[in-house]
């Protein structure tokens, strides 16, 4: 007789069993999106939190990491917090269109909606859930444990809707921010619907208080219509005590040309992963990510990118600089599907340890099912170079501003992706911010 061996819960895990027991009833949506919520949920238990047994958390083991379930926000009093009115801050002065998320939940009163072109249109997930609008389970994504409890505990986000043939001129900027000073969990999930040959320039923003110990699951569902092109900027700059759990599905049509920018610099356990389908012919995707990361944090970014229709291209570049005893994971896989013929893929990711606790990890895969292709992936970690070092020392550059000089050009690779120059030119602040804080 086998007896059969069941892991012992932890306390994160009763607590999120306990939190979802007491809060399923006054979760938006009907009757079918209760079922929908609670199936979710049930798919959570039955795995329960990541572990590094699981292949795709391997270097993220969340059991371990996450010590308890946070209570829900509650609905914030944004209007008169003034952190939520300078939230997005990196991006002010350059023409955004500002729509704000505070503490999970999306503020009209505190948003930029005011002269919005035809056919674009913006609302809350909230609504789009109480009127059964919105259909809550991501498709590639569903089996993963940290998106179904997305699923389950959904409450608010933005729903953006792009008509075919608009150019959107303005880009448009969530702005996610956590104000409360006690600890609290958010699960927001967005959408954005970008039809046949429409464009827009989309960027998020996520940040919190330094000390606040609060946790976030957020995710972003993305249908890009044929010949659509769109270009995202996401940068995590959450708390130092933060967690940050952020799930991105992208379904990319034929024709389309989608550009994917990652920059984390905050929060002291960030998992991004994105899973991108490329549905149609002659689809043309980049992404590029880059992660700074000092003191004990940990940094994880998990890409799937699925070519699954023939004459698609993608390109992904990684890079991470990781000072103290700071982690960077990367883990990357492009799987060319049967009659994906003449795809053309290539990844890479670069780590630079600054110190000898650093440590980064990189797994770059490929998994190939048709012949006629041309795919490819490599990795690289080391430190500095001295001689480049010693170059710039020689002629009198002090060695913290030398350091930063290589590190800029060395991060300055991923920024110059970026399609627009006055958000280039945000970013490249960022990052000397970020150096700066470092000195």
Known sequence: MNAEIRPVKTAAEIGLTDLFAAARKDLPGGSSTEAIRSDAFDRFAAQGLPHSRVEAWKYTDLRRLVRDAKPLAPRPEAIANPAAREAGAVFAGLGVRRLLIVDGAFIPELSDLAGLEAGVRI????????????????????????????????????VITVAANVVVERPIHLVFVTTGAAPAAMFTRSRLELCHRASLTLVETHEGPAQSDYQ??????????????????????????????????????????YREFGFTTGGAVVRNQLFLRLAGEGTIVSVHQASLLAGR??????????????????????????????????????????????????????????SDEAVANCKPELEIFADDVQCGHGTTTGALDDQLKFYLMARGIPEKEAEALLIQAFVGEVIDAVAREDLRDALSRTMHDWLEGRE
């Open 297 to 354: 944090q940990h940094a994880d970014t998990t890409l799937t990118v699925d070519h699954a229709a023939a004459g698609s291209q993608s390109r992904e570049v990684f890079k991470a600089v990781v000072d103290d005893e700071a982690r960077a994971v990367f883990q990357g896989r492009i799987t060319v599907q049967p009659g994906a013929q003449q795809t053309d893929a290539r990844m890479m990711a670069r780590a630079l340890l600054l």
């Open 216 to 257: 976030v699951n957020t995710a972003m569902q993305m249908d890009i219509g044929d010949k659509a092109n769109l270009d995202h900027i996401k940068i995590t700059s959450e708390g130092a005590a933060a967690l940050h759990l952020a799930t991105l599905e992208a379904s990319i049509g034929a024709g389309a040309n």
């Open 123 to 158: 609302r809350a997930t909230v609504g789009a859930l109480e009127a059964d609008e919105m259909v809550l389970p991501l498709e590639v994504a569903g089996t993963d444990p940290v998106a179904a409890l997305n699923t389950a505990f959904a409450c608010d986000g933005v």
